[in-house]
């Protein structure tokens, strides 16, 4: 029998909703409030550190005309980084980011 989580997705499919661009955001949220299973918790957690960084990264690049330019390039970057680690969750593979995977462990284990 597969294993189920709390909310009876398999945890690939689980973790896979954190990345899909655009509803990832709002799907790492609810599974980071339900879910029980670590590793889907510690993919939505990640999923929630990639965007917010993006996120800060376009308001940093947007204060200046001449790096404005690179918000697209970045964006861009952002959907096949979030497409490939889709595709990994969905194969069951953990792919820790660089500088994000050490941060997603803390704050797994403070949350």
């Known amino acids: 029998m597969a294993v189920k989580t709390?909310?009876?997705?398999?945890?690939?499919?689980?973790?896979?909703?954190?990345?899909?661009?655009?509803?990832?955001?709002?799907?790492?949220?609810v599974l980071l409030i339900v879910e029980k299973n670590t590793t889907v918790r510690w993919n939505a957690i990640q999923s929630l550190l990639l965007g917010l960084g993006i996120?800060?990264?376009?308001?940093?690049?947007?204060?200046?005309?001449?790096?404005?330019?690179?918000?697209?390039?970045?964006?861009i970057a952002m959907l096949i980084v979030s497409l490939v680690l889709a595709v990994k969750a969905y194969q069951g593979t953990t792919v820790r980011l660089p500088l994000l995977g050490d941060w997603t462990d803390k704050v797994a284990k403070k949350v």
Not at 64 to 75: D, E, F, G, Y
């Open 55 to 75: 996120f800060v990264l376009d308001l940093i690049l947007g204060m200046t005309v001449v790096l404005a330019l690179l918000i697209p390039i970045v964006n």
């Open 6 to 29: 709390s909310t009876s997705l398999s945890p690939n499919i689980a973790s896979t909703l954190c990345y899909i661009p655009v509803v990832g955001f709002v799907a790492a949220i």
